[in-house]
């Protein structure tokens, strides 16, 4: 029997699914009903005409619990097809945040200037107070976030991880 | 010309009809009253009614179990829906197609805490394989037939149609036929990649010491799959052990059968399973109750695994060699390539193997000694099937010893003859199963064997036993105990029999008379013959309280966190061995 293999890996994983009432609670379901780790999930409809929703999970652990993963939600009846993106093939991962930052003075002009360095874009702004949006990979985001932090960051609102996969084959 | 119009109750039935339903097991109740109205007006599906929805569940269970067919529920709302939890739980974890249908308030009042309304969806979906709220007519025939498709193809289980009652009582013109709706996204893999089956054949013939391992699968995967795997088996001499849902996959009474292993299996069949070289899983799934310890589980073999459900690969036992697909269809290619090829296993490894196992067997590890008045619940198991095995009964049990013991002295030459909670483990399946057996089988035997505190959980049922006239055999191995939690406190917590004393127990005689049943009491084993045939012969229902042995153990045992080479074989080995840490926090 071959050792089971203990390193825990991240994993983006993008599950094609009919969009109908209750999808998301069977996935989410079985994520804490398993006791697998959610990380970050998103899902929206992306096919109108034909009623399909997709859904990106980033997710983490052994080799054995993520093919686990991958099966369990490949026998969901909803479910059409689940590619796992970090896996086969590369893929390109986004995320987008709004961030706000309330203050005046030195560190309202240093947001700013931050700001400009990580390419984030005013949306909002007042003498007190800017809306950031930026987009990036998660962990860039991660780096601007905490960069506000002594500047005066009041709220944030995160979209979680959108992923799709490098070259010309669809999902 | 005008366009006929039905209700959505009306569309209910006549979707079961087209489903080629014949039976529904249900209690009815204010937000399913439409359909009762519209199963009044019918004739061609007969309604069932139970004493309590969980063994309407149950109940439709059984008559799956032993058809193939699809069993049907109809409970209401609220407690209706909630009643039929543990019966759907059970369902999904034994791989048992059901439909059940739930009435629902008014879709205008859901989300109000109305009258008897239950989030059933929300509660139902982790206990079934898929579940549906239907919100509007216009989806009822296709959601319907979509239920029916889910529920017999890939892996079985159960589904839930939740039916608000303003949909059962609307109308529509137009109803779709079973062949009229294609699943948008349900197309399990049935049949099992060609190079994997080439790879599982070659790795068979050049087996020294190989084992089938045949699980509940193989029953589900219908006759034709049992029979050629039995077909399989016999050609290459190999031996076969099944767990406690395959047993009846391959025939019990067979020289190159083993018996049942797991837990409580046999000694030959756990020590062929630690020792083999090349292990042949067809539909069974690696279940704690089989493999023991994981580390030291079949340490050397290659492992072959069988299975319609991908996610049962590599989940708890990693496999060299996974086959996605229908275990009939795979064992099917498997035994054409081998007899195409003309493969055989090699003689003299093969003796030296069936020697070794020989030695196994020569244990009797299921030997016990009946001597003195005082029945053994071992005898009067193997007692029941002697005098029964002409008639080929079917079987249902409750859980506990009397599970075990009917497992391990009960033999099933055929499929579908034996039906046992395995994955749940619920008290109180067995009654309620019988039920349904029997009304599925009018004319055979059914025996329920069966604890006398299990019975207790579902006796109520004795009123449909009742009402429909089956002549359902309760045979109830009376040990006055919770006999398997008192066997675990004995064994892990210091004989300390904490609240598993089967107290105040009826009169059952006069409980079986009370519903107008027969009952008998055997107390002695010179007289268990003579009353065991009387009870078989019965035109009646019977209530059978056999009074055994209260303090008997069930053995051989492999206890929790042990390997299967670490099998008690009895009590002395018991005292000899006693269980570690990390086994007593294991269930
Ligand atoms: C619904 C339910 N509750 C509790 C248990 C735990 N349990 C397993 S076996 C058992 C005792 C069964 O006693 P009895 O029916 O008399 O059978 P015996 O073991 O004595 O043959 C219990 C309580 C269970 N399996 N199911
Ligand atoms: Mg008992």
Redesign the pocket.
Known sequence: MAPMDTNIESRTIAVLVDNEPGVLARVIGLFSGRGYNIESLTVTEVDVAHGLSRITVVTSGTAQILEQIKAQLGRLVPVHRVRDLTKEGTSVERELALIKVAGAGEKRVEALRIADIFRARVVDSSHDHFVFEMTGKSDKLDVFVDLMQPLGLIDVSRTGVVAISRGAKAL | MATEQFTGAEIVIKALKDQGVDTVFGYPGGAVLPIYDAIFKQNDIKHVLVRQEGGAVHAAEGYARSTGKVGVVLVTSGPGATNAVTGLTDALLDSIPLICLTGQVPTHLIGNDAFQEADTTGITRPCTKHNYLVRDIETLSRTMHEAFYVAQNGRPGPVVIDLPKDVQQGKIDTYLAPEDVKHRSYRPQVNGEVDHINEAVELIANAKRPVFYVGGGVINSGSSASAVLTELVRLTGAPCTTTLMGLGAYPGTDKQFLGMLGMHGTYEANLAMYNCDVMINVGARFDDRITGVIDEFSPDSKKIHIDIDASSINKNVMVDLPIVGDAGRVVEEILRIWKEKKHSLDTKSLKAWWLRIDEWRAKDCLGYVQDGPIIKPQHAIKRLYELTKDRKPYITT?????QMWAAQYFHFDEPKKWMTSGGL????YGLPAAVGAQLAHREDLVIDIS????FM?NMQELGTIAQYKLPVKIFI?N?Q?????RQWQQLLHGNRHSESY?DALPDFVKLAESFGLKGMRCEKAEDLDQMLQEMIDSPEPVIFDCQVAKEENCYPMIPSGAAHYEMLLGPEDSAAKPISEEGMVLV
């Open positions: 409750e859980v506990g010893q009397h483990g619920t008290m109180g604890g006398e505190a299990s959980m191995v040990n105990w919770m006999g398997m939690v089967s």
